[in-house]
Nanobody
Framework: QVQLVESGGGLVQAGGSLRLSCVNS????????MMWHRQAPGKQRELVAS???????NYADSVKGRFTVSRDNAKNAIYLQMDSLKPEDTGVYYC?????????WGQGTQVTVSS
């Protein structure tokens, strides 16, 4: 079973930084691509960044150059370093992955960027 737990959210001023963590605390290791999504109030959930087990990454255009996703396979964890934060980065951030045909999501962590 895959069980994802996010942490690291909070309130930060525009221009600041936050580092989110997502740990798979389940019995099955994370062997597939893992992703960060976010959902702003009143908006659809969007993919922010993804990282394969081998470390290949992809980013949404809105965060390129500001966010960095990384992965520690030994710890079954991924991270999202968020720099130069903007008010429009505000939202609930979720990590997700898939395993044996099923998708798994964490409970989310709130990020609020004040102007």
């Amino acid at each position: 079973q895959v069980q994802l737990v996010e942490s690291g959210g909070g309130l930060v001023q525009a221009g600041g930084s936050l580092r989110l963590s997502c740990v798979n605390s389940g019995s099955r290791p994370s062997v597939n691509t893992m992703m960060w999504h976010r959902q702003a109030p009143g908006k659809q959930r969007e993919l922010v960044a993804s990282i394969t087990r081998g470390g290949s990454t992809n980013y949404a255009d809105s965060v390129k150059g500001r966010f960095t996703v990384s992965r520690d396979n030994a710890k079954n964890a991924i991270y999202l370093q968020m720099d130069s934060l903007k008010p429009e980065d505000t939202g609930v951030y979720y990590c997700s992955t898939y395993d044996r045909g099923s998708g798994f999501w964490g409970q989310g962590t709130q990020v609020t960027v004040s102007s």
